[in-house]
């Protein structure tokens, strides 16, 4: 006489499990496999809204707006210092696809620091350079590099 074999009336519990670890809105801190670690808000499993990542590797943070998991809109990145362990802000502005963009301002060392616009993560449009020695220079960028018209301050 031949088996018949029917089929299940539920559904596998991983199906269930899956659905219960789809992130989204608030969360409390989620851990990557590497240490990474995230704390705020998701849409769809990605980071999204506001939040804060920290990287294990140097110990940096990010905190600020994501979108589609990558940091867009305003946000401030500090590095930590080898040092003293205090935390040292390097970047505080816009942010677009994960790259410095917009109006931002960028910490080189404590006298030296460049505030003005950014374009794919370089110095592009109008902005200022704070070296030093005292001397600023205020004009255009492109490419990282002086362009256009400007004025040095001795």
């Known amino acids: ?38 704390t705020g808000e998701w849409l769809n499993n990605q980071r999204h809204g506001k939040g804060t990542f920290v990287w294990k590797k140097d110990n940096s943070i ?17 590095v930590q210092d080898p040092n003293s362990g205090e935390h040292l802000k390097v970047y505080s502005g816009c942010w677009k696809s994960d790259k410095k963009h917009g109006y931002g301002t960028y910490f080189y060392t404590d006298k030296e620091y460049y505030e003005g616009d950014w374009e794919a993560g370089q110095r592009s449009g109008w902005g200022r ?26």
């Not at 998991?69 to 946000?75: A, E, L, P, Q």
């Open 62 to 78: 990010y905190e600020g707006e994501w979108k589609c998991g990558k940091r867009s809109g305003f946000g401030t990145y500090s």
């Open 1 to 38: 006489m031949p088996f018949v074999k029917y089929p299940r009336s539920t559904e596998p519990p991983w199906k269930d499990w899956d659905t219960k670890a789809q992130k989204s809105g608030l969360r409390h801190t989620i851990y990557s496999v590497n240490g990474d670690q995230y």
């Open 129 to 154: 350079m704070y070296f030093g020695n005292g001397n600023i220079y205020e004009g255009e960028w492109r490419e990282d590099k002086h362009h256009g018209q400007g004025m040095l301050r001795l």
